[in-house]
């Protein structure tokens, strides 16, 4: 009765295209007879129906502008009393991002996160420890739905401290730890520090997720921890996690492909790049009911892999680059868009114009967004404490706003 | 086993079935559902050779099937129980049975045929009893059993069922259900259609709800038995108010 976490994996090419076509056709059928916005957006491009994959290039993208324009429930395909689970998160423009979830799509979710878990080896015997930031509050419950749903123990999200994380992880057995790559390194320090030995903890997984790989974290942790790690790509502001994982070969991430149709495009011209070359990274839902999200503009970098995997799946294969394709920072798997930050910086310390520059920042294993803010005459203060008293407070606002640390340094306007 | 694509169906100029792709592989239970005028029916009579009217592409064990007759889909491996059984009233229950081998007799020889019939008849014992019955003195029930037993009798690869469930009491339509659940797990793949949407969920592992002959959703059975959408698709219902009575 009931289907496989991937359905598509195993399928010849053939058949895959033949039910990501279903799927598709499904999925633009629905988004044009419940969402105004896809409806009249498609009917504009002429396109009468979908007849094969390809015709996905003649739709229209969608960015996260849209998301913010239609705030906060006009991209919804079923009526509100058919959504079990409302996701928001702090957006990257001026409202929040929502996004919504029908049992269906919870179902589904549930499925993709316990086929990435078991992809890297968790079964029922783990003990399972997830330690997420408050921005990727929605993944955190998720990896938790995720691991219940495999019959591993989950320690669901919980603030603690690096020093009680690390006791959890050692008094509690834990076996497979979710985090970013960021609290990862920190814990792995402070585990250092403390002199304890990777033998006395029973770890055998850590499961990195909300950025790439910066070409040593992986391989740091693997040599200092003596464990395997395999990275999860997903969207923190939707649909969700594990849109692709890592196989045993560690060789690029499996997208769930039979759920997530991706592209690769030139971020500047919206064409399709050739196999095997950079680009943006759209994605399209075929299975989503209550958000379908069509051509949506990722921002994040990545490329195909041409050759098939060997581990035997046929599910398209994408390498997670470390750029931005846009004017957004990843930190922490949030998105932070820097014009909106220099906007927002702007209004909470009510000057006319600024000049800052911004670089994302890890300090006690947390990334955080350090923003160096040029004095000028309109900043400078001969009173001090007033100056800290309006950093401190521009400091509070963006953090809010953004659902990342935001510390902001006053460097001098060079003559 | 199964590919459609982008199948286009019409009786005279309207289009009732819009571009839509499905597939059955080997040994799937795959239902259609949707409400009445969905198109569901029209979609199976094109599969099975009996509309003439259709563009787009249905490929079955690799082979394309336009152009064929419905007797060279049957001998293709597609037998059909068609909506309201169409049995023939006339006839004996036994010589209904012998009517679904039609097509094998040269091919196969009376031996093999005969032991399909007592295959059948093994299956349906109600059927042994009324052998010799008039098919149109058989009860609702068991004229389904018999339309079934029939279809059994081309010795299909691919079984097509079109609203079995139709006009039969709630017992007995648990009755056919449990029928076919046996045969898919003996390894017949089958595709039906029906209106009783949480009956054809139960016994599926795939499905796809058609609505006024547009595919709006599919995916595994479990997934579509807990979704709204299937609900509305199955009454017929279309979209209210956006901001619906959660909101009021």
């Known amino acids: 009765m009931s289907e496989q976490i991937n359905m598509t994996a195993d399928m010849d090419d053939n058949d895959k295209a033949q039910r990501q076509l279903e799927r598709l056709q499904a999925t633009v059928n629905r988004a044009c007879k419940n969402v105004p916005f896809h409806r009249n957006r498609i009917q504009e491009t002429g396109l009468s129906d979908i007849t094969g994959l390809e015709d996905i290039e003649k739709l229209p993208f969608m960015d996260r502008t849209h998301l913010a324009t239609h705030y906060p429930y006009g991209l919804f395909a079923v009526p509100l009393k058919d959504i079990v689970r409302i996701h928001t998160a702090p957006g990257s423009g001026t409202s929040p991002s929502i996004s919504g979830y029908t049992k269906t799509d919870l179902m589904i979710w549930e499925k993709m996160v316990a086929g990435a878990y078991a992809e890297a080896n968790v079964t029922d015997r783990d003990i399972i420890l997830v330690h997420l930031p408050p921005g990727l509050a929605n993944w955190a419950r998720d990896y ?5 749903a495999i019959g591993a123990g989950v320690i669901p999200n919980a603030p603690l401290s690096v020093a009680k994380t690390l006791m959890v992880l050692r008094d509690y057995k834990v076996t497979t730890l979710v985090s970013t790559p960021a609290f990862a390194r920190h814990l792995t320090a402070h585990m250092f520090d403390r002199e304890c030995h990777p033998n006395e903890l029973n770890l055998k997984q850590i499961i990195l997720v909300g950025e790439p790989d910066d070409g040593h974290t992986v391989t740091e942790l693997r040599e200092s921890l003596h464990v395997d790690v395999w990275l999860n790509y997903g969207l923190s502001e939707i649909p969700g996690p594990a849109i692709a994982y890592e196989c045993r070969y560690h060789h690029g991430l499996h997208m769930n492909d039979d759920h997530i149709l991706p592209e690769i495009i030139d971020p500047s011209t919206g064409r399709p790049v050739p196999t095997g070359e950079k680009g943006e990274l759209v994605l399209t839902t075929l299975s989503a009911r209550a958000f379908p999200l069509i051509r949506f503009r990722t921002g994040d970098m990545a490329k195909f892999f041409p050759q098939a995997c060997p581990c035997g799946a046929t599910s398209t294969r994408i390498e997670w680059l470390a750029e931005q394709a846009d004017n957004y920072m990843l930190i922490s798997g949030i998105r932070v868009s820097q014009a909106q930050v220099k906007e927002n910086l702007k209004n909470a310390l009510k000057m006319p114009g600024i000049r800052c520059t911004m670089e994302k920042e890890c300090r006690a294993g947390t990334d955080m967004l350090l923003i160096s803010l040029i004095m000028d005459d309109h900043l400078f203060s001969d009173e001090i404490k007033h100056l800290q008293q309006l950093i401190t407070y521009a400091e509070e606002t963006l953090t809010e706003q953004n659902g990342i640390k935001v510390k902001i340094r006053l460097i001098q306007q060079r003559v | 086993m199964l590919k459609i694509k982008n199948l286009r169906c019409c009786y005279g100029n309207i289009a009732v079935v819009h571009t839509v792709s499905l597939s059955v592989r080997q040994g799937e239970l795959i239902s259609i559902i949707g409400a009445n005028g969905a198109g569901k029916s029209t979609l199976l009579a094109a599969v099975c050779g009996l509309l003439k009217n259709w563009s787009g592409e249905i490929e079955f064990k690799g082979r394309p099937l336009n152009g064929m007759s419905a007797p060279a889909i049957v ?33 196969d020889g009376k031996s093999r045929v005969a032991e399909d019939l007592d295959m059948v008849l093994q299956m349906f014992p109600i059927l042994k009893e009324r052998a010799g019955q008039l098919a149109g003195t058989l009860s609702g029930g068991e004229q389904q059993m018999l339309a079934i037993g029939r279809a059994l009798m081309a010795r299909p690869t691919l079984l097509v069922l079109d609203e079995p469930s139709m006009g039969l009491a709630p017992k007995i339509v648990e009755m056919i259900f449990s029928t076919i659940q046996d045969l898919s797990h003996s390894g017949v793949t089958i595709l039906l259609v029906e209106q009783n949407a949480r009956a054809a969920l139960k016994i599926a592992d795939r499905g796809y709800v058609l609505e006024t002959g547009k595919m709006v959703l599919q995916g595994s059975a479990d997934e579509l038995l807990v979704d709204d959408d299937v609900k509305r698709a199955y009454l017929g219902k279309d979209y209210g108010d956006f901001l619906d009575e959660r909101n009021q």
């Open chain 2, 75 to 107: 001998r293709q491996g597609i037998s059909m129980v068609p909506e309201g059984r169409q049995i023939f009233s006339p006839l004996s229950v036994m010589d209904n049975l012998k009517m679904g081998a039609y097509t094998r007799f040269k091919k």
């Open chain 1, 144 to 148: 938790k739905d995720g691991g219940e």
